[in-house]
C-alpha cells in the first residue's frame, strides 16, 4: 500500500487485532482462565476492562474462552471508540453466529449453547469511573493500557475496585525495545529510539506522570506495594514483518501508524533537523511500500491477585 494521506486511531486499532493475537502470551492466558473456572461456575464472572477502545478484546475473551458466563464492563474516555465498538461488536457477533437477546437498557447481550455474556459499553475516564461507581469486580482488564498512566498512583485506585482476591491482567505493557530492521543510518536509528522512549519517560496527563518507557519491569514492584502479587507473567512482543513480499491483512497499515508516531513524538526534539527526521520517515514509509521493513516492540502479560 502507498503511504497513507489521513490516518485513523480505530483504523490502527483494528489492524492491530491480529498482531496482538500473536504477541499474547498464550501461558500468562491460560492462567487467567483457570484462575477464573471456579468464579463462574454459580454466577456471571464480573469483568471490567479499562481503555477498551473498540472492542478487541471482548471478541478475543469470548473467543479464547476467558469465562462462560460474565457481566462484562468496557470503559473508555473516547465516545468514538465506543460508537465503533458498538458497530464492531454487533457485525463480529452476526459473523459468529452468536444470538443477541434483548438485553437490559444500555446493555449487549451475547448468548450460544455454551456461552452467556452481559456487555455494558460505558463512557467515562477508568478512574473516575472505578471511584465514581463503588462496585467489586473479580477481574480487571487493562489491554495495552497500564504503559499509560502513573503506576505508583494509579494501581492503587484500580485494585480498590477488585473484590478482595480478585484478579487483574495487564498485557502488553511496553518494556523498552523498539526495533526497526533494516537500519537506515547506525547513528541516527539508535538515537531516534532512544529519544522516542524519553518522550514515553516525560509524558504527562492533567499535568501528572502518564506511564514510561520501562513500565513492564517495573509492574512487579509496583503491583507489590499496591497490594498485589504476580501470579504468572511472560514476553508478549509485537513482531511485524512480510511473509512472500507482504504484509498480511492491515499490517502494512499498522506499519506506516507506528512511523508516523515516531515521528510526531520527535518533531519537536531539537537534536534532530526536521528535514533530517522527515528523510529518515520518508525512507520507512518506502520501506513498508517495499515489504522490507520488520518492527519489533518489547512487551510483557502480567496475571495477579490482590493478597
Known amino acids: 500500500m502507498t503511504v497513507p494521506r489521513r490516518y485513523s486511531f480505530t483504523r490502527y486499532l483494528a489492524a492491530k487485532r491480529p498482531i496482538d493475537d500473536r504477541a499474547l502470551n498464550r501461558p500468562v492466558w491460560g492462567a487467567m482462565v483457570d484462575s477464573l473456572r471456579d468464579r463462574g461456575a454459580h454466577e456471571p464472572v464480573q469483568i471490567i476492562e479499562l481503555g477498551a477502545g473498540i472492542g478487541t478484546m471482548v471478541e478475543r475473551a469470548w473467543e479464547w474462552g476467558l469465562a462462560p458466563r460474565a457481566e462484562y464492563t468496557a470503559v473508555d474516555s473516547n465516545a468514538s471508540y465506543l460508537r465503533a465498538a458498538r458497530r464492531r461488536l454487533s457485525s463480529w457477533a452476526r459473523r459468529s453466529g452468536i444470538d443477541r437477546p434483548d438485553g437490559a437498557a444500555g446493555r449487549q447481550q451475547f448468548h450460544t449453547s455454551t456461552a452467556d455474556w452481559s456487555l455494558d459499553l460505558r463512557h467515562a475516564d477508568a478512574f473516575e469511573f472505578v471511584r465514581r461507581v463503588r ?36 498485557s502488553l505493557a511496553f518494556d523498552g525495545a ?19 522512549h524519553q518522550t514515553m519517560d516525560r509524558r504527562t496527563a492533567d499535568g501528572r506522570p502518564s506511564g514510561d518507557s520501562q513500565t513492564g519491569r517495573h509492574l512487579p514492584a509496583a503491583i507489590e506495594a499496591a497490594g498485589g502479587e504476580v501470579v504468572q507473567m511472560g514476553a508478549s512482543d509485537w513482531v511485524v514483518g512480510s511473509h512472500r513480499r507482504t504484509y498480511p491483512g492491515d499490517e502494512a497499515y499498522f506499519l506506516h501508524f507506528i512511523i508516523r508516531t515516531i515521528t510526531k513524538a520527535l518533531r519537536s526534539a531539537p537534536e534532530i533537523p526536521p528535514p533530517q527526521l522527515s528523510r529518515w520517515a520518508q525512507a520507512r514509509h518506502r520501506q513498508i511500500e517495499r515489504s522490507e521493513l520488520t518492527y519489533i516492540a518489547h512487551q510483557l502479560d502480567v496475571l495477579g491477585r490482590m493478597r
Open 135 to 170: 462496585r467489586r469486580w473479580d477481574l480487571i482488564l487493562g489491554h495495552a493500557f497500564v504503559d499509560l498512566i502513573d503506576l505508583h498512583s494509579g494501581l492503587p485506585r484500580l485494585f480498590s475496585a477488585l473484590r478482595p482476591g480478585g484478579l487483574f491482567y495487564f
Open 178 to 196: 523498539t526495533i526497526l530492521e533494516p537500519l537506515i543510518d547506525r547513528l541516527l536509528d539508535p538515537q531516534i529510539e532512544r529519544m522516542y
